[in-house]
């Protein structure tokens, strides 16, 4: 392994550019660094691994690179936009725009249907049509196999079926960057593998760039680039490797 450094300069098929990333949490007594002077340069289109120990900081590191939340120091650029010179709000706009989520407990709102569910990110946006965004979801739900389950609440479906509504609404949006933190985690083996086969299936189909943070090495394995988060820097590992 060898550790991932990057020119100054940004391409511009870059969708996420950044430089000298440092996180530290000041404790009652110290200062802990989580890590510090990385460098990540990612493509649009890309499928990128990160993985590493628990308690390493990869959560950490793909919540700053998603925008919620903000580095100790460096400089982050997602797509095209300067992080580091945003406010709260102002992050917030670039995530509506350009950024979806997975989480590995799903986060569906249990009083609403799979369909309203998928259909929430299109509520917070300022031009929200319902005929329009009912149509758009009931063809995300039909692309993840779960168009006869469209009026059913998240307490009545299978851990697979509840993340595969959470990748629909991901995905309604249409953004630039899919970011997924453990999205296989609650699941069984089996349907593990359904998910982690649809999520790379939807990302070579709709352009996406898929950054995933995962426990999995066969998984990290499966992107075309993988990262590995020790010892506060961060490693990328040989292609398939």
Do not use: W
């Not at 593990?192 to 943070?213: D, S, Y």
């Amino acid at each position: 392994m060898t550790q991932f450094t990057t020119d100054t300069a940004i391409m511009p098929q870059s969708i996420i550019f950044a430089q000298q990333l440092t996180q530290k949490i000041q404790l009652a007594q110290k200062t802990l660094t989580i890590f510090e002077n990385l460098n990540l340069e990612i493509q649009a289109g890309e499928q990128v691994a990160i993985t590493g120990r628990s308690g390493s900081g990869k959560s950490t590191l793909l919540g700053i690179l998603a925008t919620l939340d903000q580095a100790s120091a460096g400089q982050l650029t997602v797509c095209g936009e300067s992080i580091q010179e945003l406010n709260e709000e102002q992050r917030a706009l670039v995530r509506l725009k350009y950024i979806g989520f997975v989480f590995q407990s799903f986060q569906l709102l249990p009083h609403l249907t799979a369909l309203e569910n998928v259909m929430l990110p299109l509520r917070l946006q300022p031009n929200f049509k319902f005929a329009e965004a009912e149509h758009k979801a009931r063809n995300l739900l039909k692309k993840v196999g779960l168009e006869r389950q469209a009026e059913q609440t998240p307490k009545v479906l299978s851990g697979g079926e509840q993340q595969r509504v959470a990748i629909a609404r991901a995905l309604i949006s249409e953004p630039k960057i899919i970011f997924a933190d453990e999205p296989t985690g609650n699941l069984d083996g089996e349907t593990a593998k359904e998910i982690e086969q649809l999520l790379f299936q939807l990302n070579r189909e709709l352009g996406t760039t898929l950054v995933l943070v995962t426990h999995d090495p066969k998984l990290a394995q499966q992107c075309q680039r993988h990262f590995e988060l020790s010892q506060g820097q961060l490693l990328e590992h040989p292609a398939g490797g």
